[in-house]
Each structure stands twice: as structure tokens, then as C-alpha cells.
């Protein structure tokens, strides 16, 4: 599926969208603020069998970098480990 944008919220986990929305306007849609945000980025490698996802970058819209520990607990979620 190729590179994919994600949000990581505080308190909610993960949202992973298409490339063409900005991180800004999914921030607005889901009805958040740059407060609720953990960090921001892309993932590659997310819904490719055998591949675990990888984190990286930085929203340039919010100004919110990925953190080292995103692509492991993009991870954990995905293997139902909370």
C-alpha cells in the first residue's frame, strides 16, 4: 500500500490516512487539537503482509515530529497488545 500518514493522540492511539490529507485537516476532522497529539508522521509498510509498519518524519502542518517509540507501539496496538 506504500507510505501512509499517521497521528498518534495521547489518549486514543493511532489514526492512519491516505497521503493527499494534511495532518492539520484529519486533526480538524476527528475534532482535536495540536494538544491531543503525541506525535505525527508517516508509516510505510502498513496493511503489507510480513512487513511490520515503520515510523518516521514529521508533520510539517503541525509541527509535530514521530518518536522513537511510535513503529513499536504501531506495532503492539496492531497485535491486539495495548
Known sequence: MGQM??????????????????????????AKTRAD??????????????YEPKCNGESVSLGISSRADDSDALNRRMNGYV
Do not use: C, N, P, T
Not at 508509516?43 to 503482509?49: D, L, N, R, T, Y
Open 5 to 30: 500518514k499517521y497521528i498518534r493522540l495521547r489518549d486514543e492511539g493511532f489514526v492512519i490516512f491516505e497521503q493527499h490529507i494534511q495532518h492539520s485537516d484529519m486533526l480538524e476532522m476527528l
Open 37 to 50: 497529539v503525541r506525535s505525527a508522521g508517516f508509516v510505510s509498510g502498513f496493511f503489507e503482509e510480513g
